[in-house]
């Protein structure tokens, strides 16, 4: 269990977001002070087809690219419609909101604060991690993933 309760947000788009924009998006909240924790919420964009007659066949889908946040490359793996975050205090929300109004100019977004991510370990974190996993990896656990999340080293 975490020491602290830390206030969540949730950034809602209109739409679904081009990686161009997921990048410049993700640049501007990586720059604000405060932020712990991100959780990219969309479609996923598998590599392989998973289902039907072209079943294991690769899918080119042209929103599956590499970004480039910070100073490190993430290939995104959703098609982003949603940001989670987990921040050090409220007063982080106005700054927040600031630095990402200009990503925003042809569609509309919301910022909601609420708790959206989980603050203690479930089974799912257990299987995944075991008993003395991360408190940081809490909640990020996609239990049909084969892959762990990706961290962002040294952006604070």
């Known amino acids: 269990m975490t ?30 002070p405060g932020v712990r924790r991100m959780v990219l919420n969309g ?33 995104l793996q959703v098609h982003v419609g949603t940001v989670l975050l987990e921040i050090e205090n409220r007063d982080v929300v106005p700054a927040l909101k600031a630095a990402i109004e200009p990503v925003f100019t042809d569609f509309s977004f919301r910022i909601k604060e609420g708790k959206f991510m989980k603050t203690e370990p479930s089974l799912v974190d257990y ?13 990020l656990a996609d239990p049909s993933s084969k892959s762990r999340p990706i961290i962002l080293q040294g952006i604070k």
Do not use: W
């Not at 309760?5 to 739409?15: A, L």
């Not at 998973?50 to 290939?75: C, F, S, W």
């Not at 299987?127 to 909640?139: F, H, S, T, V, W």
């Open 3 to 32: 020491e602290a309760t830390f206030p969540q947000c949730r950034i809602d788009s209109e739409r679904l977001m081009n990686p161009e924009t997921t990048e410049k998006l993700l640049n501007r909240i990586v720059s604000v």
């Open 127 to 139: 299987c995944k991690y075991g008993p003395n996993a991360d408190k940081e990896m809490l909640g």
């Open 43 to 75: 479609q996923r964009l598998p590599m392989t087809v998973p289902y039907g007659p072209a079943r294991g066949l690769d899918n080119p889908h042209p929103m599956r690219k590499t970004i480039h946040v910070g100073d490190q490359e993430i290939p």
